[in-house]
């Protein structure tokens, strides 16, 4: 079961690049272990699996309702 469709990534990743809002950001980011990616430190990179963290294993299922249509043009 996919979290998000193919176009839901396109805009959550447009969101998280481009977007007026803090990027999503890793929980554990400040181990030591995280570096900056897509803008900041241990950003979270969309998926249809969900959001998928390039350091450690943690992933996130959800993302703010408005963030998955559209938000330009
Ligand atoms: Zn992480």
């Not at 396109?10 to 900056?36: A, E, K, S, W």
């Not at 998926?47 to 450690?56: K, M």
């Not at 959800?62 to 963030?67: Q, R």
Request: one cysteine or more; proline letters at 7%; hydrophobic letters at 35%.
């Amino acid at each position: 079961m996919s979290a998000f469709t193919p176009d839901e990534v396109v805009n959550l990743d447009f969101y998280q690049r481009h977007g007026n809002f803090h990027p999503f950001t890793c929980p554990n980011r400040n181990d030591g272990n995280h570096r900056i990616v897509g803008g900041d430190l241990g950003a979270l990179f969309p998926t249809v699996r969900g959001w998928i963290c390039p350091f450690c294993d943690y992933t996130q299922q959800w993302a703010h309702g408005f963030m998955l249509k559209r938000g330009w043009q």
